[in-house]
């Protein structure tokens, strides 16, 4: 186990992060602190399975977070959105293409003296000679998963897991009884 962590902590941190990966990309701005463009090649995996050795088929098949293994310098790059306004949606954009070598164009979040280290907004995937696919269908796959959340506003306010969540756990995640006392001494 150590062993793992001390390789990911080996491929995070490596010296050959500070590679510029910015030429070619056509990544679109998010006026983000310390976003740089960046398009690389770099095999989809499964973070978890890197980390522990275990290895469920496909990734985990949606029920893990995935990462992208650099190819030009073996580091570890973790997606945390695709090009939609929330932060949500890299896993679901990258799990076809598991255990593949992509390339992939976005925004990397590098900065030392906040601890970022590559962090990365993927925009576009392309797998081998197919064309480049916008990273931005996570709203509709999440719709077709749950239909019986249709209706207007935000889709975390209309989510059956955050419902769940919710009920169980109160807004506060303090439990009910938290929250009952929170907005009596409140409103």
Known sequence: MMHRFAFLLALIASPLAA???SADS???SWNLYAEVPARFEAKVVDVLCELTGDCPAEC??????LGLIRSADDVMVLPMKNSQ????GAAEELA???NQVIEVDGLMIEDEEIGASNIYLVQRIKAGDADWI?????TKKWAQKYPEAKGKGPWFRRDPRVKDVIASEGYLGLGLEA???YAEENF
């Open 96 to 98: 076809p293409f598991c």
């Open 179 to 181: 929250d009952v006392t």
């Open 26 to 28: 056509e990544a679109k």
């Open 60 to 65: 985990g098949a949606g029920t893990r977070q």
């Open 19 to 21: 590679q510029d990966f």
């Open 85 to 88: 306004p929330a932060f949500t």
């Open 134 to 138: 916008k990273a931005n269908t996570w």
